[in-house]
């Protein structure tokens, strides 16, 4: 069984910059396509970014776009989302996610899911 913990979240103004941490417990990240999505207080939860076992290729919701850039590190069983030029709109809980299938996991249905940390961006 895998455990994803996410860490990295808290508060800033917009326009400023975060990253935040997703590590991985119990089988090692390398065998997954990784994710982050994100859930803003009365919405669904949204795909944000992804990026396969490998670390070629990444996918990017519009709104992240030239702003985030998800990586992975296997040493470190870990995989990152480094967010710049927040706006208030990006004030959500941020979850990792993990699943065998990349098209499976941007399509919102990983089979592994963190718990979550919390981004407030302030204007």
Do not use: E
């Given at each position: 069984q895998l455990q994803l913990v996410e860490s990295g979240g808290g508060l800033v103004q917009a326009?400023?910059?975060l990253?935040?941490?997703?590590a991985g417990s119990g089988l090692t990240l390398s065998s997954f396509a990784m994710g982050w999505?994100?859930?803003?207080?009365?919405?669904e939860r949204e795909f944000v970014a992804a990026i396969?076992?490998?670390g070629s290729n990444t996918n990017y919701a519009d709104s992240a776009k030239g702003r985030f850039t998800i990586s992975r590190?296997?040493?470190k069983n870990?995989?990152?989302l480094q967010m710049n030029s927040l706006k208030p709109e990006d004030?959500?809980?941020y979850y990792c996610a993990a699943d065998s299938s990349r098209s499976t996991l941007v399509g919102g249905t990983p089979k592994y899911w963190g718990q979550g940390t919390q981004v407030?961006?302030?204007?």
């Open positions: 326009g400023d910059s990253s935040l941490s997703c999505f994100r859930q803003a207080p009365g919405k396969s076992w490998g590190d296997k040493a870990t995989v990152y004030t959500a809980v407030t961006v302030s204007s």
